[in-house]
């Protein structure tokens, strides 16, 4: 049996990350396997949005005294790791972000299964790896969605699951924020054709707007000359912290997303956001700062709008983003929803 990952709850990284968490309600700790697909390390070195998430998640419970593990691996390998583990020690809930061992650990018992689906699932168009996705994670009972949209989709193949709304959230206060912006726009994310980078920056080109791409490029996509000539490369995540607050507005424009974390990090480092109707998930888009370009006609005038308001704004978006999507206060709903299923299993 190879070693599971589980990472040093004591090293310096951790407690950094977990500063100030209180706990505010009494739970009796719980011992939480949580799952990932096995293609990106956890903790991330590079632009894994899903381990990110595992990770972050990660930090807060331990924080909170609950005991988790990490099983970071293919599916067979995740299977048989899982059910060893489960006859070697106490495990209470089996949360999987990976859809392909959900049929196989659905047969345990004794313990809350739970599943979460990081696919876009466009309810109106889904595609082939989507449909597989829903078909792969359907055998859990319980579900924590990113989207109310996603409720229907899922009690639509199995009727009797129950699912509640848990939104990506953000690290806020490791992102560091500035009173005046560059006048510059980030588009941040892997350059691929789903994110439409190549149109934005076609787009935007000589418009005298500036847009940098920060992101990997794996060659998905031949980039016009447009778009490689913005293109800056990737950022570890100790940049994106210190350096996303110098841009005055962000840019998505993704054909569908489930819900894209780079959103709402922009909201903690102060950004107002230019984005396409498939990255609104969870936002309330009544907020002037947040722009919803539904044409492509749209998109210099929302981004003029957004740079301009850059200043004035900051501290309220970041305000915004504290009081919706602070991962120390998700957690504290993580937990008391992982309580309420298991009182009623």
């Known amino acids: 049996m190879k070693k599971y990952l589980k990472a040093n709850a004591t090293n310096a990284f951790q407690l950094h990350h977990t500063k100030g968490i209180c706990q505010t309600h009494r739970y009796v700790p719980l011992s939480i396997i949580l799952v990932a697909h096995g293609n990106e390390p956890i903790p991330p070195t590079g632009w894994g949005a899903v381990e990110q998430v595992i990770w972050q998640y990660t930090l807060r419970l331990r924080a909170l005294g609950h005991e988790v593990t990490i099983v970071n691996k293919h599916r067979i390998a995740a299977i048989l790791t899982v059910m060893w583990l489960r006859l070697s020690q106490r495990v209470d809930v089996v949360h999987c972000h990976s859809e392909k061992p959900v049929k196989a650990l659905s047969r345990m018992r004794g313990v809350l299964l739970v599943s979460t689906t990081h696919n876009p699932l466009n309810p109106l168009q889904l595609d082939h790896s989507e449909l597989k996705a829903l078909k792969r994670c359907q055998y859990a009972p319980y579900h924590l969605i990113l989207r109310e949209d996603i409720r229907a989709l899922i009690i639509s193949r199995n009727p009797g699951a129950q699912c509640a709304v848990l939104p990506n959230g953000v690290e806020v206060h490791e992102f560091k924020t500035v009173a005046t912006g560059n006048g510059k726009a980030a588009y941040v994310g892997r350059i691929q054709e789903r994110k439409r980078q190549d149109d934005c920056a076609r787009l935007l080109d000589g418009s005298g707007l500036e847009c940098d791409f920060i992101g990997p490029n794996y060659g998905e ?61 969870n936002l309330d888009l009544s907020q002037p700062f947040i722009h919803v370009v539904e044409k492509d006609e749209d998109l210099i005038p929302a981004v003029q709008t957004a740079i301009s308001q850059r200043e004035e704004l900051t501290t309220q978006i970041r305000t915004y983003a504290e009081q919706n999507f602070d991962y120390d206060s998700l957690v504290q709903r993580y937990v008391a929803q992982l309580e309420a299923w298991r009182e009623v299993q």
């Open 221 to 281: 996509i031949e980039p016009s000359e447009a778009l490689q000539k913005s293109m800056i490369g990737e950022w570890d995540r100790a940049t994106l912290h210190n350096r996303l607050c110098q841009y005055s507005c962000l840019i998505l424009l993704s054909k569908s997303e489930g819900q894209p974390l780079v959103v709402v990090e922009a909201l903690a480092a102060g950004l107002p956001v230019v984005i396409s109707p498939a990255c609104t998930g």
